[in-house]
């Protein structure tokens, strides 16, 4: 009996905790952050009873205006919805060129990428400000600015969806003597349509939110509403206004989501 206890192997070292270094560089790292930008707790705190008084001043919503508000809401949920189509069409046409396995060749790939990624890059509201500013205030600068950035995510994710594809259902489709264009309308889109009007309802649902947002700078719907109550130090109707863009934003939420679990 001691000579099987002699041989027992020694038990596990105990294993290493990283609670402590985590927390200790955490710390340090809040420290290098209120160090750099000097910040001070006092004035966080004056801040945050600034921010309290501010708030309750829309307290009392005032809805005494709804059919507007309404109103304009349509005209967002109008701007994002042809935003949201505009993107759509751009990425079809754009995203068999910017696949790998479609596109004619390296020189048209490359154009197709680069053309999605300044999309991509260019903000929609820097792009609603030049569009505001070259066609005037209305939903028309919103959806033009929401179609042509969102368009740049769309066909990124169209493209590298189409790329994902197994190669031997185009080459079948291919070996049938279909065309370029008749291998991606049978062989990719048939592939990937669950996939890309899941990213489409995505989009949309994003649309919805920066719609409001673009009414700020001049580009219609309820957006441009909350500005001028803002502006008017009217902090009743904002809150209304507040109040019907989020429930909104709620709503498209949970039936985009829902939608997107049916796709799945």
Avoid: C
Wanted: charged content about 15%.
């Amino acid at each position: 009996m001691s000579n099987i206890a002699a041989i027992r192997p020694p038990l596990p070292k105990k294993p290493f905790n990283p609670t402590p270094v985590w927390l200790s560089g955490w710390l340090a790292l809040l420290w290098v952050i209120v160090y750099d930008l000097e910040l001070s707790f006092e004035t966080l705190m004056y801040g945050a009873q600034d921010i309290v008084e501010y708030f309750s001043r829309y307290s009392t919503p005032d809805f005494a205006d709804m059919s507007r508000y309404l109103e304009l809401l349509m005209q967002t949920l109008a701007t994002a919805l042809w935003g949201s189509a505009l993107a759509f069409v751009v990425a079809v046409l754009l995203s068999p060129l910017a696949a790998r396995n479609l596109t004619p060749n390296a020189t048209v790939y490359r154009i197709a990428r680069e053309t999605l990624n300044f999309m991509r890059a260019m903000p929609d509201l820097l792009l609603a400000l030049i569009f505001v500013a070259s066609l005037g205030l209305g939903p028309l600068p919103g959806a033009l600015a929401l179609g042509i950035h969102t368009a740049g995510f769309l066909g990124k994710f169209f493209s590298e969806s189409l790329e994902r594809v197994d190669g031997g259902i185009y080459e079948a489709v291919s070996a049938t003597g279909a065309s370029r264009l008749q291998v991606v309308m049978y062989a990719g889109w048939p592939s990937i349509l669950r996939e890309a009007l899941g990213y489409t309802l995505y989009i949309f649902d994003r649309n919805v939110r920066m719609a409001a947002v673009l009414g700020l700078v001049g580009a219609g719907g309820i957006g441009i509403a909350l500005h001028d109550t803002l502006r008017m130090f009217n902090y009743n109707e904002s809150a209304a206004l507040i109040i019907v863009i989020l429930v909104t934003i709620l709503i498209i939420d949970y039936l985009s989501t829902w939608l997107r679990g049916k796709l799945n």
